[in-house]
């Protein structure tokens, strides 16, 4: 089976745009997380969507929103871009059904300049 | 407030020996841990879980020990080689499965 794949690997826009981010989880999987990382907070949860609903969500702003599509690929999107936004956004699929371990994209880097 | 912490950010072991990393977590609803490794660049890659119901779950060169009891867990690899190098992080899921709570990451460093 494929992994998780995310588009695209990299990203530089300028504060004040927006941006939308894509991933495309294991083949079978119906949950995708996204996470945020950066090195002064570490990887935070940003939110899940399961069959095209958004299951749980972090303690982000409204700024961050996603959506996820009927064959499961989802998008994250980030408007008003701020500084403080540069980060790598990783991508996570597991099948959805119970508890278990979410499998990884290579994540997208974005920087805000 | 950090529920899931990793108090040491960096740990150096030589080839051969025995790398053990810990994590303390505060939220009791949490029944199910994972550990990942990263390296840089890359997305983390699932190592290793263990359930609440288990104390001990072993996996090849990797172990990871769960007490309940003091909140605490840790991930024992022997023998430690220097591919392993790389951050490892610990994560914590409460019943509902569904969001990954980290720790902040130890950087491991395995000296030839």
């Known amino acids: 089976k494929a992994g998780v794949t995310q588009t695209p690997r990299y990203l530089i826009k300028t504060r004040g745009q927006q941006v939308t981010l894509s991933c495309s989880p294991i083949s079978g999987h119906r949950s995708v997380s996204w996470y945020q990382q950066t090195p002064g907070q570490g990887l935070q949860f940003l939110f899940e969507?399961?069959?095209?609903?958004?299951?749980n969500k972090g303690n982000f702003p409204g700024r961050f929103s996603g959506r996820q599509f009927s064959n499961s690929r989802s998008e994250m999107n980030v408007s008003t871009l701020e500084l403080g936004d540069s980060a790598l956004y990783l991508c996570?699929?597991?099948?959805?059904?119970?508890?278990?371990?979410?499998?990884f994209g290579p994540g997208t880097r974005l920087t805000v300049l | 407030d950090q529920q899931v912490k990793q108090n040491s950010p960096s740990l150096s072991v030589q080839e051969g020996r025995i790398s053990i990393l810990n994590c303390d977590y505060t939220n009791s609803m949490f029944d199910y841990f994972l550990w990942y490794k990263k390296y840089p660049a890359e997305g983390p890659t699932f190592l290793i879980s263990i359930s609440s119901i288990k104390d001990k779950n072993e996996d090849g060169r990797f172990t990871v020990f769960l007490n309940k009891s003091a909140k605490h867990l840790s991930l024992h690899i022997v023998p430690s080689q220097p591919g392993d190098s790389a951050v490892y992080f610990c994560a914590a899921v409460n019943n509902a499965g569904n969001m990954l709570t980290f720790g902040g990451g130890t950087r491991l460093m395995v000296k030839p």
């Open positions: 969507y399961f069959s095209e609903t958004q299951r």
């Open positions: 996570a699929s597991r099948d959805g059904a119970g508890i278990g371990e979410q499998f």
